[in-house]
């Protein structure tokens, strides 16, 4: 065992020689960022099971990415010669450019993580020279700018996708026209509403989300580079050259808080939790509607499965798999804030574990997002059966109230008249249209002829003649704005990111 420890002493000294700097790593494929003081060797099992690059292998791009941004700034802080910077540049472009996939995982066994990953590729890419890139810098700033990174980037994919569903959505509106549908309160036909209203409902739900996704993307766009493993980085760093390498909008203000702290991620999963929420009740009113209960949509074939057992089934399983899938999406969110809230500053080894709910969050909005536009696109109304359960079952009854209430009657009093009117129409089987004036008069003298004009289904719909109502006008009005809103615009390049 000392053996082990000294010979990789040795070697370790061998290599800073050849690096021309004091710097403690060995270059040796196996070995750790950290071994100097340690003598005795890991047990195994810890060894392996406290790794992070069964994960973290994803986060190479980035990872890249921020340590040219962090060579660029140590150069300008005379630690590297100009010709070592592009050395250096090379080396890590050329490990970007390699294939890179789980497989990692498998043929690196004794990597630790993403950051342990790229200093033993450049070591071979570059030699000695790959064991400055680490002056001035800590794996607890790295790991905190990769995950900003990612979750930026992350953002970016989710918000193209919303912008997709928006249209999709809208598009859906425009040709549902003026088709009606009941709404629905306590699950109960409440009153006649235009199709398109209804889809709007879920336009609004999306615009929001995009907001909470692009705010918090603003809030977490600084750098953490330059803020070391917890006080700062103990070289005269000029922190603003990564920071604009990355494309962030300045440095970190603090950097026990830029190594430390997560909010960024919470605050995109518990976005992306959110916006789960949203789409679940989507999938949820889709589910409903297709059943035969319901009525009021064809299931579209190319998103839909069979049964094995029974032969007529037509399955929504894409709608009930996105109602599951935002579970996982809340509890991604429940894990980050319960992994943090305990944490004393700073860094602490538990946020390795904030990982792999950001991924799996990530991921889990992309596929839903990969399927959900092309499905709604392809939804099939049953215009005819909602129209029907628009007219059936007195959902005019506020309108017909209203109606009274315009003609002087205190609108406690038209509720009533119009409860007795629904009550004799339940009576006689007869909706309120159906009853005849002489019997509405036998309730109140206030009924005349213009009754029946004001609560057919057009004059139901046209009397929410306000701002967000389901007037015809006012839907169309709303149509408008949303297609002209800048949630409609996916033509933003960084948004095709991945
Ligand atoms: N894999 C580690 C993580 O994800 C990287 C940071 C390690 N820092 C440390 N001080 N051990 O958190």
């Known amino acids: 065992m000392c053996s082990v420890v000294g010979k990789h002493d040795r070697r370790t000294r061998e290599l800073n020689q050849q690096a021309g700097d004091s710097y403690n790593m060995s270059s040796e494929p196996a070995t750790k960022m950290w071994s100097g003081r340690f003598r005795e060797p890991l047990n195994k099992q810890f060894e392996e099971w406290q790794r992070s690059f069964p994960f973290d292998w994803r986060l190479l791009p980035f990872e890249v990415e921020a340590s040219i941004a962090h060579a660029r700034a140590i150069k300008a802080a005379d630690i590297l010669t100009s010709d070592e910077l592009s050395r250096m540049v090379q080396g890590l472009r050329a490990i970007e450019g390699l294939p890179f996939d789980e497989s990692l995982v498998g043929a690196n066994p004794q990597t630790e993580d993403i950051h342990h990953y790229v200093e033993l590729e450049l070591t071979k890419q570059i030699g000695p020279l790959a064991l400055k890139l680490h002056t001035g810098r800590s794996r607890n700033e790295q790991i905190a700018t990769d995950m900003r990174l990612f ?8 918000v193209y996708g919303l912008n997709e569903w928006h249209n999709a959505l809208i598009d859906l509106a425009q040709a549902a026209g003026e088709a009606v549908m009941p709404s629905y309160t306590h699950l ?14 879920y336009v609004s739900m999306i615009e929001r989300d995009i907001t909470r996704l692009t705010d918090a993307r603003k809030r977490m766009n600084l750098c953490p580079l330059g803020s070391g493993a917890v006080a700062g980085a103990t070289l005269a760093l000029d922190r603003t050259i990564a920071a604009r390498a990355l494309n962030f909008d300045g440095p970190t203000p603090n950097s026990m808080d830029a190594t430390s702290e997560r909010d960024f991620a919470l605050e995109f999963t518990q976005g992306i939790a959110t916006l789960g929420i949203h789409i679940s009740r989507f999938a949820e009113e889709l589910t409903l509607f297709s059943t035969a209960e319901f009525g009021f949509l064809e299931l579209p074939e190319a998103f839909s499965t069979g049964s094995s ?24 969110a429940t894990t980050l804030a319960m992994l943090i809230k305990g944490l004393p500053l700073a860094y602490n080894k538990d946020l390795q574990e904030g990982q792999e709910p950001v991924f799996d969050a990530a991921d889990t909005i992309a596929g839903i997002l990969s399927v959900l536009p092309a499905f709604t696109r392809s939804l099939k109304f049953r215009f005819d059966k909602m129209k029907i359960a628009a007219e059936t079952g007195y959902l005019n009854a506020m309108a017909a109230a209203t109606y009274l ?14 409860g007795n009117a629904v009550r004799l129409g339940l009576e006689t089987n007869r909706e309120l249209q159906h009853l005849t004036l002489d019997e509405l008069r036998s309730i109140s003298p206030e009924f005349g002829e213009d009754f029946f004009a004001a609560i057919t289904l057009e004059a139901t719909l046209d009397c929410h003649d306000v701002i967000g109502g389901t007037a015809r006008a006012r839907v169309a009005a709303a149509l408008a704005d949303a297609r002209q809103s800048i949630f409609a615009d996916n033509s933003s390049e960084s948004a095709k990111l991945k």
């Open 151 to 158: 979750v930026r980037a992350a953002i970016d994919h989710t």
């Open 188 to 201: 109960q036909r409440a009153e006649p509403v235009l199709v398109a209203h209804w889809l709007l409902a």
């Open 309 to 332: 057992a029974m032969p007529q089934k037509k399955n929504p399983d894409l709608t009930e798999l996105i109602r599951g899938k935002s579970g996982r999406l809340l509890g991604a």
């Open 405 to 418: 209430s315009n003609k002087g009657v205190p609108f406690r009093k038209a509720h009533e008249h119009i």
